[in-house]
């Protein structure tokens, strides 16, 4: 083989360099000829494991995005229906008009629950419609209820004017959900200011002082003469210093247990929506079909795509009217869209979550599941995205083109041994 000498000096030392001659075709140095195939990576290297990790990290980002914008529209509906319980003459409420308002909230469902009990209390029927959809309201409101008799429910601040304001001129959009100020609140204490207001209006401002001397007295009797065991003259409990080690202490754990609070508050929101989507698709099984196909559960997920069309079409109605001023029921019309191009993104990008219905024994599992929440986990889902969906249908036409052609030369060649006969 020809070879070229090229020398190079570097300070006092003269380096050689033998390459190839390119009279055989060879390129000269630092150019490729054709790019060189990617490796082929083994399965037990440390680049596989790195892919395996940047995999699951994507997957858990793309999961934890869809969490957030599910349990956003969520908190977007309970905030409309607040919204739409505002009075337009009032500037300001106090928390006993909030609580009215959150009783009302936690009734919402009376209506929806009365309408399943007609239906299942007609004679001679066997089973029991509406039994998931049943058991998920109850386990919400139960859910609400606990948490307004306990640790509070959480309401727009509508207890403050400024916030209030704020609240008013909220159009619907997600995005600028942050703006809108949220607090606790709960019924403990409730039915006590209710009875001290009835005793302050029956016995007046005289009783409340008679009384309050003789808890002084009593007090003060306490102090003197305190009950037996107790040490005479007990020193009250110390006063934390809001700069000791406790102060701090009792600081971390009071945010500890509010994080988690919030962690469980949203799991539940979370819950509810996926339940709720899940009794969609459950309505959509034929009961004859044992199995579905890609194409089915495609066609199934364009019907869920579409399930606000009726409402879209009725608020159109409504804001149609000439002469209306303003646009009504425009928030809620705002969250629809954004809910429906963000599962639009999804269907059209990585995939839509559905129960997987392709898979025959998941598919017994889904009809089975009576719509608790608990066992939820029990349910496989899977992603579906009508990427190559219409690729596939395409090789459907194709097919059903080819088998017309096949039917009629068949047909033709039928005809034509007939005529030879």
Not at 23 to 51: C, D, I, N, T
Not at 168 to 186: A, F, M, Q, V
Not at 259 to 270: D, F, I, L, S, V
């Amino acid at each position: 083989m020809p070879m070229m000498t090229t020398t190079r000096t570097t300070g006092t030392r003269m380096m050689v360099e033998l390459r190839p001659s390119s009279s055989r075709g060879w390129e000269p140095k630092g150019q490729k000829k054709g790019k060189a195939p990617e490796k082929v990576v083994h399965p037990y290297s440390r680049k596989a494991a790195y892919l395996a990790r940047e995999e699951i990290r994507l997957n858990k980002k793309e999961r934890q995005k869809n969490e957030k914008a599910t349990r956003l529209t969520s908190v977007g509906e309970k905030l409309l229906w607040f919204q739409g319980q505002l009075e337009a003459d009032k500037t300001i409420y106090s928390k006993k008009d909030a609580c009215d308002i959150i009783e009302k909230y936690l009734h919402r469902f009376d209506s929806e629950l009365e309408q399943i009990e007609l239906v299942n209390g007609i004679k001679g029927r066997q089973g029991r419609l509406h039994g998931a959809r049943e058991t998920v309201i109850k386990q919400t409101i139960e859910r609400e209820r606990a948490l307004y008799e306990g640790n509070g429910f959480e309401i727009p601040d509508i207890i403050n004017a400024k916030q209030l304001k704020t609240f008013r001129e909220w159009t619907g959009d997600l995005k600028k959900l942050p703006n809108i100020k949220l607090r606790l609140l709960s019924n403990k204490g409730l039915d006590k200011m209710k009875e001290e207001d009835e005793e302050k209006a029956e016995d007046g401002e005289e009783d409340d002082k008679q009384d309050e001397e003789e808890e002084e007295k009593d007090d003060a009797d306490d102090l003197l003469n305190p009950p037996k065991g107790q040490k005479k003259g007990k020193a009250p409990e110390k006063v934390v210093h809001p700069y000791s080690r406790k102060a701090a202490y009792l600081a971390r754990e009071e945010i500890r247990l509010n994080k988690k609070e919030r962690q469980k508050n949203e799991k539940a929101t979370r819950l509810t929506s996926v339940g709720e989507k899940l009794l969609w698709f459950q309505g959509q099984l034929e009961a004859d079909k044992t199995i579905y196909s890609k194409k089915d559960a495609c066609d199934i997920i364009e019907k869920y795509l579409h399930r606000f069309d009726s409402e879209l079409e009725q608020i159109e109605l409504v804001n149609g009217i000439k002469g209306r001023q303003g646009r009504l029921h425009g928030a809620r019309e705002t969250v629809i869209k954004q809910t429906i191009e963000r599962e639009r993104a999804l269907y059209e990008g990585n995939g839509f979550e559905i129960p997987d219905i392709i898979n025959a024994k998941q598919l017994k599992t889904f009809r089975e599941w009576t719509g608790d929440l608990k066992k939820l986990p029990n349910i496989k889902l899977r992603l579906l995205s009508n990427k190559g969906l219409d690729k596939m249908k395409e090789e459907d036409e194709e097919k059903a083109e080819d088998g017309e052609e096949d039917d009629k030369q068949d047909e033709e060649e039928e005809e034509k041994d007939d005529a030879d006969d």
